[in-house]
């Protein structure tokens, strides 16, 4: 069954520190997507990036970065210079191939930013 | 370029009562998709329309039923509410069901 792990209910940290949001996920699937999604106080989820099973490369944007390791089966997201503005809960989440649509999403991880 | 949009923001239903919630897509975008999200938790997967027909369903009750239009917006019912069924209800589009999914602001719901 398929299944996404995020062990950090809450994470705090002072301004300008790195920080990473750890995400593990379980499939069966040979070919599946991994994305992340952050949703602000305003409720709307915002995409930041999708992954899928066959790329292993890890990915830089800007203070974003992520770290995708099928041998461990996770995918992990790291905001360095972390700043007040990205205070917000983060989702991973995983959609199997063999899945035209649904997606599975991690309970969230709250990050909250102290200037 | 006009976002995912939802209606209405906020409302407020009492157990037994009907509810219908509105999605328009992101221009261009055929798909949408709904999900439920309970406070405190990630959202759960309801079902998804393509073509006006249901694509794919989560493990919800038949009380969630939807329906896409030809211009591809679509809604949301839930009958008989639940004091439960209090969610953020959020809907998502995409061209076609295989790209990454745009979310709207979602619409609040309590049931009293």
């Known amino acids: 069954a398929q299944k996404v792990t995020q062990a950090q209910t809450e994470i705090s940290v002072v301004e300008k520190e790195d920080v990473t949001l750890d995400c593990v996920y379980e499939t069966r699937d040979t070919t599946y997507y991994l994305f992340w999604y952050k949703q602000p106080p305003s409720g709307e989820l915002v995409f930041l990036i999708r992954r899928n099973s066959f790329d292993e490369q890890n990915e830089i944007s800007g203070r974003y970065s992520w770290n995708f390791q099928k041998s461990t089966s996770s995918f992990n997201f790291t905001i360095t210079a972390s700043q007040v503005v990205d205070s917000a809960v983060y989702f991973c989440?995983?959609?199997?191939?063999?899945?035209?649509?649904?997606?599975?999403f991690g309970s969230g991880t709250r990050l909250s930013i102290r200037p | 370029d006009a976002g995912v949009t939802q209606s209405p923001t906020h409302l407020i239903k009492t157990r037994g009562q009907q509810v219908t919630l509105r999605c328009s897509p992101k221009s261009g975008h055929d798909t949408v998709s709904w999900y439920q999200q309970a406070l405190g938790q990630g959202p759960q997967f309801i079902f998804q329309y393509y073509e006006e027909e249901e694509r794919q369903r989560g493990n919800f009750p038949d009380r969630f039923s939807g329906h896409q239009f030809p211009n591809y917006s679509s809604e949301l019912n839930v009958n008989a509410l639940l004091l439960g069924d209090s969610a953020l209800y959020l809907c998502?589009?995409?061209?076609?069901?295989?790209?990454?999914?745009?979310f709207g602001p979602g619409t609040r719901l309590t049931v009293t």
């Open positions: 989440a995983l959609r199997e191939g063999s899945s035209a649509s649904k997606i599975i």
């Open positions: 998502a589009s995409s061209l076609a069901a295989a790209e990454e999914q745009y």
